[in-house]
């Protein structure tokens, strides 16, 4: 494991820690709403991980870095809209499991943008 993977491992594990104690110490609600809230935030953290670590892993091949640059703004765009979702949670007070779609969603199209990145930069080397 290279310096930077331990390093990375090491952040996330600090947040995915903070989160958690965060969410117990602080004065919120325990209700079925947040505890899917958390829920999805610890799974947008462990997502983050991996992609992560996949983006900081040494290329064999240079078309590999327009890939990981894409995947690293994804990764970002992705923490940024599953943290605005849990701000509106509110919204979802009675109906919890529109909030739990939601989430689903936001994972599922997460997950075919990357896919599809995946696809297109090994479109882009095997065409080379």
């Known amino acids: 494991m290279s310096r ?9 594990s600090i947040a995915f820690v903070v989160v958690i ?10 209700v079925a709403l947040n505890y899917w809230a958390l829920a999805s935030l610890l799974f947008s953290i462990a997502v983050s991980l991996v992609t992560t670590v996949v983006v900081i892993e040494p290329k064999r091949q240079k ?3 327009v890939f990981a640059g894409g995947l690293s703004s994804t990764v970002w765009i992705y923490q940024l809209v599953v943290i605005v979702s849990i701000f509106f949670t509110g ?9 739990v779609f939601l989430q689903i969603a936001i994972n599922a199209l997460f997950f075919i943008i ?15």
């Open 4 to 12: 930077g993977t331990l390093t990375t491992v090491g952040v996330f």
């Open 21 to 30: 104690i965060g969410f117990f110490l602080l004065d919120i609600e325990r």
């Open 63 to 65: 078309d590999a870095t």
């Open 91 to 99: 919204m979802f007070k009675d109906h919890v499991m529109r909030f």
């Open 114 to 128: 990357v896919m599809v990145m995946a696809n297109a930069a090994g479109q882009c080397t095997t065409a080379t």
